[in-house]
C-alpha cells in the first residue's frame, strides 16, 4: 500500500486470524480502561497475540529510563500498539516536565513516522454540539514538536528561547492528501484547512499552495479554509459546518482538545497515530490522560479506550468487529441511565462487551 491511501480503509482482503498488538497500559487509569477495551475486542470475536510493555512514568522512575533502543526495536515488530496514558500523578516533581512526552510519545510517532493523527468525533446527546460528526487529521511529526530551537545566555537577565517550527512539502502534501482521500470517503466530501496563513505567512504559504495542489486531484471534495482563532469559535458555536479538517501539528492539538470538550467531554476522545504506509505499527489511544486522583475507584470511562481500540480494529482489517464496537458505544450513550454518572469502569466495559 501506497503512503498516499487511506489507512483505516485497507484493501480488501482476508484478515489474519490472529493480530500481534503491543498493550503499554502505562500509568493512572491507563491499565484499567486498557483492560475494558481488550475486553470487548475479544468480545467482537477478534484474537488478540498481546506483549504487555512497562513504560510510563512509574518504569521510568525504577530504571531511569524511557524508552530503550531494544524496546523500540521489539514495538517495531508488532502489528499495531494499544496505549492507555502515561504521566505522573498532576503537581509531581518526581518526573521532569516534559520528559515522557518527548522520550516515549514523540520519539514512537517520530521513529515510527506516524504522520497522521486522526481524531473522529461524534456529538453526544446533552453536549454543546451534539449533532456534530467530523474528524480531524493533525499532522503529527512536524512542526514545533520536531524539536528546533534552543536557548541563549539561559539562565540570566538577557536570555533567549527560539522554537522554531518545521513545515516541508513532503510531510504538508502527504497529510493534506491522507485527509483528502478522508473527505472522499465519507458522505458529505469537504474539507477544511485551519491554519494561521496571514499571520505565519512561510509555513501558512507552503500548506495553502500545498492543499492547492492536492485539491486538484479531488475534485468531488468541497474545500474550505478557516483561521485556527475563527475555527475555534465556530466548533463552538456550529461544530456540524465541519466534515474534515485538516491541519498542522501544533493547532491539532488544541483544536482536537477542544473538539472533545463541545462533544462529550475529553473522556469520550479516541485518536489514531497512523502510518499510512505500514511500514510499521500504527498506535492507538484515548487522549485523556493518565487521572491518578480517580485511578483505582472504578470511576474512570473506558469508552475512548474502546473506541480507540475500535479505530486499532479497522486499521488491522477487522472491519466488522470495529463497527459492532462503534455502533455499542453509541447505543450505550444513547441509554439515558449511562449519563447518571453510576456506572464503573468494568460495568461500562461490560455494557458494551454485550452489546457486541
Known amino acids: 500500500m501506497s503512503e498516499n491511501e487511506v489507512p483505516n480503509r485497507p484493501e480488501a482482503r482476508e484478515a489474519p486470524r490472529t493480530h500481534r498488538v503491543a498493550v503499554i497500559g502505562g500509568d493512572g487509569i491507563g491499565p484499567e480502561v486498557l483492560a475494558e477495551a481488550l475486553k470487548v475486542v475479544s468480545a467482537a470475536g477478534v484474537e488478540l497475540s498481546t506483549t504487555y510493555y512497562d513504560l510510563g512514568a512509574d518504569h521510568y522512575l525504577s530504571t ?34 516534559g520528559l515522557l512526552e518527548r522520550g516515549l510519545l514523540l520519539r514512537l510517532r ?17 453536549s454543546v454540539a451534539p449533532r456534530s460528526d467530523f474528524v480531524v487529521v493533525r499532522e503529527n511529526t512536524e512542526g514545533p514538536y520536531a524539536g528546533e530551537g534552543g536557548f541563549l545566555r539561559k539562565g540570566t537577565p538577557q536570555e533567549v528561547a527560539t522554537q522554531g517550527s518545521v513545515n516541508t512539502r513532503h510531510g504538508v502534501e502527504r497529510c493534506v492528501r491522507f485527509a483528502f482521500a478522508l473527505a472522499e470517503s465519507r458522505p458529505r466530501r469537504h474539507l ?30 468541497e474545500t474550505s479554509y478557516q483561521h485556527v482563532d475563527a475555527a475555534c469559535i465556530y466548533l463552538v458555536e456550529r461544530a456540524d459546518r465541519f466534515g474534515v479538517i485538516v491541519t498542522d501539528n501544533l493547532f491539532g492539538d488544541i483544536l482536537t482538545d477542544l473538539a472533545g470538550a463541545i462533544t462529550g467531554g475529553i473522556g469520550l476522545a479516541a485518536s489514531a497515530n497512523l502510518n499510512p504506509a505500514r511500514t510499521t505499527p500504527s498506535l492507538f489511544e484515548p487522549v485523556h490522560g493518565a487521572a491518578h486522583d480517580i485511578a483505582g475507584t472504578g470511576a474512570a470511562n473506558p469508552l475512548a479506550a474502546i473506541r480507540s481500540a475500535a479505530m486499532m480494529l479497522e486499521y488491522l482489517n477487522e472491519l466488522d468487529a470495529a463497527k459492532r464496537i462503534e455502533a455499542s458505544v453509541l447505543d450505550l450513550q444513547a441509554d439515558t441511565t449511562y449519563w447518571s454518572n453510576t456506572w464503573s469502569t468494568a460495568g461500562v466495559g461490560d455494557a458494551i462487551a454485550e452489546r457486541v
Open 110 to 126: 517520530f521513529e515510527l513516522d506516524l504522520y497522521v493523527n486522526l481524531r473522529p468525533f461524534v456529538g453526544t446527546p446533552g
Open 192 to 221: 477544511t484547512l485551519v491554519h494561521k496563513t496571514n499571520v505565519l505567512q512561510f509555513a501558512g504559504d507552503l500548506w495553502s499552495r500545498a492543499f492547492a495542489a492536492v485539491a486538484a486531484d479531488y475534485p468531488g471534495v
Open 64 to 97: 531511569g529510563e524511557v524508552l530503550d533502543d531494544e524496546t523500540l526495536a521489539r514495538l517495531k515488530s508488532e502489528d499495531a500498539i494499544l496505549l492507555g496514558a502515561v504521566g505522573p500523578p498532576i503537581g509531581s516533581s518526581s518526573v521532569p516536565s
